[in-house]
């Protein structure tokens, strides 16, 4: 059973890190750092990262991880709930957020079966702004239906202005998403702010 769930953690990293692989070669982060956050009573213990003109709030005893190429990433204790943040360029908002999800769902469609697009709202509000979405399952092998959510947004204020996208990323397997996205996902995208 140990190393079922070592290998489904590895399949899950393995789709996201095929998300960003997709999105890597349109930018970098640079300055990121995280800094602790004094939670509410509300909410759980969480810290806060602060990336390339944005920060967002994590659950304290997850792991994250920054890439070389700026991309935030941060896993539950089970390597069974993920967040992916990447900040990329783009000159004059080019490229539109619902273009930039397509880049992403394309990875994960290629990296599962039974890839499925879900009826949902196509935009939600982050930080202030707009951002556009899409929602997605399919089956991950071990780790079996996996649902995903992938927002866009070309945020103006954005050093420079009007020159980079964020994409964000965030899922958990299906059987477990409501409670995820309702007792964590949520209570992080509340957080997020562009700097």
Same mark, same amino acid.
């Given at each position: 059973?140990?190393?079922?769930?070592?290998?489904?953690?590895?399949?899950?990293?393995?789709?996201?890190?095929?998300?960003?692989?997709?999105?890597?070669?349109?930018?970098?982060?640079?300055?990121?750092?995280?800094? /602790?956050?004094? /939670?509410?009573?509300?909410?759980?213990?969480?810290?806060?990262?602060t990336g390339?003109?944005?920060?967002?709030?994590?659950?304290?005893?997850?792991?994250?991880?920054?890439?070389?190429?700026?991309?935030?990433?941060?896993?539950?204790?089970?390597?069974?709930?993920?967040?992916?943040?990447?900040?990329?360029?783009?000159?004059?908002?080019?490229?539109? /957020?619902?273009?930039?999800?397509?880049?992403?769902?394309?990875?994960?469609?290629?990296?599962?079966?039974?890839?499925?697009?879900?009826?949902?709202?196509?935009?939600?509000?982050?930080?202030?702004?707009?951002?556009?979405?899409?929602?997605?399952?399919?089956?991950?092998?071990?780790?079996?239906?996996?649902?995903?959510?992938?927002?866009a947004d070309?945020?103006?204020?954005?050093?420079?202005?009007?020159?980079?996208?964020?994409?964000?990323?965030?899922?958990?397997?299906?059987?477990?998403?409501?409670?995820?996205?309702?007792?964590?996902?949520?209570?992080?995208?509340?957080?997020?702010?562009?700097?």
């Amino acid at each position: 059973m140990r190393i079922r769930a070592h290998t489904s953690r590895w399949v899950c990293l393995c789709i996201l890190y095929g998300l960003l692989l997709v999105l890597s070669a349109c930018g970098e982060e640079p300055g990121a750092q995280t800094t /602790p956050f004094a /939670p509410t009573p509300t909410m759980f213990n969480l810290n806060v990262y602060t990336g390339a003109g944005y920060s967002i709030a994590y659950p304290q005893e997850w792991n994250i991880q920054k890439s070389s190429d700026g991309a935030f990433s941060a896993t539950d204790q089970r390597g069974t709930a993920y967040i992916t943040i990447r900040v990329l360029a783009n000159s004059n908002g080019i490229v539109a /957020p619902e273009v930039q999800i397509q880049h992403s769902l394309k990875t994960f469609e290629s990296s599962v079966k039974s890839y499925k697009v879900l009826d949902g709202p196509k935009s939600t509000t982050v930080g202030g702004d707009e951002w556009r979405q899409e929602m997605v399952v399919g089956d991950a092998g071990s780790l079996g239906q996996v649902q995903y959510v992938v927002l866009a947004d070309n945020h103006a204020a954005t050093p420079p202005k009007s020159g980079q996208s964020i994409v964000l990323v965030y899922g958990t397997a299906r059987q477990q998403f409501e409670q995820k996205n309702r007792d964590i996902f949520q209570k992080m995208l509340h957080t997020f702010k562009f700097l």
